[in-house]
């Protein structure tokens, strides 16, 4: 049983910072790449990071370029988001994602999310 288990998530000011963390369970992660998303209320879900799980290389939507950073544990299983200079536009339901393809920047190629945490950025 896979499992993807987000925490980190809550309610912060506009400016501050959270990292949210991804714990991976069930399989080996080594072929595949590891992505965060976000869902805000009555929006589509939107690709944030992606990281690559053996070389590390990483892709970042244009929208949190300068502020958000994708990393991973291997030794752990376990993927960071660290969010500086938050804005309440980011404001979201946060889920984390295994694909198996060479990247995890579509939703349509994820094989498997995390249940997902809520990150609220007040003005």
């Known amino acids: 049983q896979v499992q993807l288990v987000e925490s980190g998530g809550g309610l912060v000011q506009a400016g501050g910072s959270l990292r949210l963390s991804c714990a991976a369970s069930?399989?080996?992660?080594?072929?595949?790449?590891m992505g965060w998303f976000r869902q805000a209320p009555g929006k589509v879900r939107e690709f944030v990071a992606d990281?690559?799980?053996?070389?590390?290389?990483?892709y970042r939507a244009d929208s949190v370029k300068g502020r958000f950073t994708i990393s991973r544990d291997n030794s752990k299983n376990t993927v960071y988001l660290q969010m500086n200079s938050l804005k309440p536009e980011d404001t979201a339901v946060y889920y984390c994602?295994?694909?198996?393809?060479?990247?995890?920047?579509?939703?349509?190629?994820?094989?498997?999310w995390g249940q997902g945490t809520q990150v609220t950025v007040s003005s």
């Open positions: 994602a295994a694909a198996r393809s060479r990247r995890a920047t579509m939703a349509s190629e994820i094989d498997y």
């Open positions: 990281i690559t799980w053996i070389s590390g290389s990483t």
């Open positions: 069930g399989r080996t992660f080594s072929n595949y790449a």
